[in-house]
């Protein structure tokens, strides 16, 4: 099991435009977080996505949004790129269980740089 | 609100020196503390969590409600210690992690 993988590992964009990151989560695991990770900041939730569904939400604009898969892959989708969009984008997986906190597992991260 | 702070940015010991990483947190539930790890060129990954009470990697970390705090210790710190390190706080009712802002952890030889 490769864990939770990231794609792409860089981006480079223009302000103004879209970008579409992905993440496939650990094997066995149905739950995906998004969270944005700027310079020397730690990282801030955006989203989390369970059943297809978006369960929770952070403080982010519309601009950002996502979608999962039936096989509980999961893409973010950042419109009208800002430069402060720059940033590590981290994935994490884990599993909706009956416990209180299920340990989420993270992927390497995809580094977005808006210019 | 709910909120993390880690007051140190940079904490820098030596070798077989004692280390105490800070972190305190906001919130009026009862919370469920972890500290996270990043290794270089690592993904960041859980290093432990309060409610298990145990040590991983000679680190402990105490609970204290009265005052609001999760400190990471170790007692004779290792080369391999040196990374960063992220206080968290789960929000029940939810899988979501507020982290602090990070420690970056360097241990001299």
């Known amino acids: 099991d490769a864990g939770v993988t990231q794609s792409p590992t860089h981006l480079i964009k223009t302000r103004g435009q879209q970008v579409t990151l992905r993440c496939s989560p650990k094997?066995?695991?149905?739950?995906v977080s998004w969270y944005q990770q700027a310079l020397g900041q730690g990282p801030q939730f955006i989203f989390q996505?369970?059943?297809?569904?978006?369960?929770q939400r952070g403080n982010f604009p519309d601009r950002f949004s996502g979608h999962q898969f039936p096989n509980y892959s999961s893409e973010l989708n950042v419109n009208a790129l800002l430069l402060g969009d720059s940033a590590l984008y981290l994935c994490?997986?884990?599993?909706?269980?009956?416990?209180?906190?299920?340990?989420?597992?993270f992927g390497p991260g995809t580094r977005l740089t808006v210019l | 609100a709910q909120r993390v702070t880690q007051p140190e940015k940079l904490l820098s010991v030596f070798k077989g020196a004692p280390v105490e990483l800070k972190c305190n947190y906001s919130?009026?539930?009862?919370?469920?503390l972890f500290w996270y790890v990043q290794y270089s060129r690592q993904r960041l990954q859980l290093l432990l969590r309060?409610?298990s009470r145990e040590s991983i990697k000679g680190f402990t970390a105490d609970l204290n409600k009265g005052e609001t705090s999760f400190h990471l210790k170790k007692p004779f710190a290792q080369e391999e210690d040196s990374a960063m390190y992220y206080c968290?706080?789960?929000?029940?009712?939810?899988?979501?992690?507020?982290f602090g802002q990070g420690t970056r952890l360097t241990i001299n030889p």
């Open positions: 996505y369970y059943e297809e569904e978006e369960r």
């Open positions: 968290a706080l789960h929000l029940g009712g939810a899988q979501k992690l507020v």
């Open positions: 994490a997986s884990s599993i909706t269980g009956t416990g209180t906190y299920n340990e989420q597992f």
């Open positions: 919130y009026s539930g009862s919370p469920e």
């Open positions: 309060h409610i």
């Open positions: 094997s066995g695991h149905d739950t």
